[in-house]
């Protein structure tokens, strides 16, 4: 493994230095933050057992968000107010320095309310120590809001005087997810203003909810305070009934305590997701070192020979991508792997305008593809697609039968963690369709149906559409790291992370291909593919200090 399986890592080696049971899982990233030359990531953690409970922050720290370090426990239950787990939470640093740390304890009682933490020593760069702020709770749940409905603060951001702080929580009234915003200037008294910041109904319980603002014209970032001119402020929710992270573009009003999307037909629960794979529970941090937006998610299991609960805790975080707008659509964000990752590219292969053809499959020589970055370019025969009159018309990546599924404009891409005779294989493609208006519409799939032969495993299409604009070339990216492959389309409009389990494409067994199983027309592919070392994972070396 390269990166992705971190938490995993987290999970195994965090037995070995408290002695605990070795089948111990991670999940949700919490808090992160970049504070004195250190990267720190939090994670919701059961240092007993792989099953949903006993949850405890698990902290790891890292210069280049590579190569990470492990550190004690930051909290643990051990409150009244928490003693049912530490759960998710955000950080807030304030401009004096202070680190305002508000996460949800699940109580005693099973009553989900608002707890503060801040660091016992600011002068630590490795923020060994919290404590828990000696009035907790901050906050209990509001009337007409349940008990169990109420969790994940956000990060905070100021009011429009800037004297005041305020964040976001997640709810639901009935089944209207919701968003509702507090107000204070200590973070020990809160005032719940009016109304709420957003809601969809239909939607289920929104949790993990985020908040930020976008630059529609800046590549760097601002803090999450800003709110200015040629700014767009994203609201993401992590939909329970859905598992799955929504977001929407959308106008801020702080005046009137109201957020409205862009496009209500691509609001929050219904429209645009971070990623059309196994990803939740995500969480963003603004990077003050360098000014950037920074995304973590939880990539769960897909095993099915484990318990729903099982499933749920065994599992790792993905690598880290930036965020920015997506200045040629103006429709929603681009995500992309930070850049530190391509610090672990080690050799390179490039294959150069590989024709394929309507069926066709082409290897490509690539030794040990397991641990692999590939970029990927395609351009098909554009008079054969004028020609076109309608294609497949209508297409949608779950229900469609996956890649061995032909139309005239598609399937074609490439195909990871295969064995050699494709008896495995993880498919990652675009489809095309055209209507009878002449509009051309691509779909982004990664195939999942092949990819293990083990017998107590999901086998799902996962995808959505994406935009190609007149001039760009069909282009993808694909972090493939033993059993998850992150794969981005144009940029990072659209993506998908697969979690799967080959059986036949261990031991260096694992082989790549292109492929265009079209059936009317032809395609050009250019690709580069490096060799990804591991990225060095370990103990904090504390005897060394």
Avoid at 287 to 301: A, F, T, V, Y
Avoid at 351 to 362: C, E, M, Q, T
Avoid at 379 to 392: C, G, L, N, W
Wanted: net charge negative; glycine share 8%; hydrophobic share 40%.
């Amino acid at each position: 493994m390269y990166y992705s399986d971190l938490a995993l890592i987290l999970s195994y080696s965090l037995d070995k230095l408290y002695g605990m049971n070795p089948v111990a899982s991670a999940t949700d990233p919490n808090g992160p933050l970049f504070h004195k030359g250190w990267y720190h990531l939090f994670y919701q953690y059961n240092p007993y057992s792989a099953v949903w409970g006993n949850i405890t922050w698990g902290h790891a720290v890292s210069k280049d968000l590579i190569h990470w370090l492990y550190l004690p426990f930051a909290m643990v239950p051990d409150h009244w107010y928490d003693f049912n787990g530490v759960w998710t939470g955000s950080a807030t640093i304030l401009p004096d320095g202070q680190i305002v740390m508000l996460y949800t304890g699940n109580t005693v009682d099973g009553v989900q309310v608002q707890c503060l933490a801040y660091p016992a020593n600011l002068s630590d760069p490795l923020l060994l120590d919290w404590i828990k702020y000696p009035g907790n709770p901050v906050l209990v749940p509001p009337p007409g809001i349940g008990v169990e409905d109420f969790r994940d603060p956000t990060t905070a951001w100021l009011s429009p005087d800037r004297d005041r702080w305020r964040i976001t929580i997640g709810s639901k009234v009935n089944q209207t997810g919701i968003s509702i915003v507090y107000e204070t200037v200590d973070f020990k008294s809160y005032e719940l203003l009016d109304g709420v910041l957003h809601g969809v109904p239909g939607t289920g319980m929104w949790e993990c909810v985020d908040f930020y603002p976008i630059s529609m014209t800046e590549a760097n970032w601002r803090d999450t305070s800003v709110n200015i001119r040629d700014i767009k402020h994203v609201l993401k929710a992590s939909v329970k009934d859905l598992t799955s992270d929504y977001y929407a573009l959308g106008t801020y009003n702080p005046f009137e305590n109201k957020w409205t999307p862009d496009d209500q037909e691509l609001d929050v629960g219904i429209g645009l997701r971070y990623d059309y794979g196994k990803y939740y529970a995500s969480k963003t941090f603004f990077d003050q070192n360098k000014k950037r937006r920074i995304l973590w998610g939880w990539i769960k299991e897909t095993d099915n020979e484990a318990d729903d609960i099982m499933k749920g805790w065994a599992s790792v975080q993905s690598i880290p991508r930036t965020i920015v707008f997506d200045k040629k659509t103006g429709s929603n964000i681009l995500q992309w792997p930070v850049t530190e990752v391509e610090d672990l590219r080690s050799e390179v292969v490039e294959f150069n305008s590989v024709k394929l053809g309507p069926g066709s499959i082409a290897p490509l020589e690539v030794d040990t593809a397991s641990q692999l970055d590939i970029v990927a370019l395609f351009d098909i025969d554009k008079d054969a697609v004028e020609e076109t009159v309608e294609a497949d018309v209508v297409y949608n990546c779950p229900t469609n039968g996956g890649a061995a599924n032909r139309g005239k404009l598609g399937p074609f891409g490439i195909v990871v963690l295969a064995d050699e005779t494709l008896s495995e294989g993880t498919p990652i493609y675009f489809y095309a369709i055209k209507g009878a208006s002449g509009e051309v519409e691509t779909h982004f799939c990664a195939d999942e149906l092949r990819s293990s032969k083990a017998p107590e495993v999901d086998r799902v299409v996962y995808g959505s559409k994406v935009p190609v604009l007149n001039g760009e070339k069909y282009s993808l990216r694909s972090l493939v790291d033993h059993s998850i492959v992150e794969s981005f389309a144009q940029g990072g409009r659209t993506v998908i992370t697969s979690r799967i389990y080959p059986t036949k494409v261990i031991n260096g067994a694992s082989r790549v291909f292109l492929f265009n199983n079209a059936t009317g027309v032809n395609v050009t592919a250019s690709v580069k593919i490096w060799k990804m070392d591991s990225a060095n994972i370990r103990h904090f070396p504390f005897d060394r200090l």
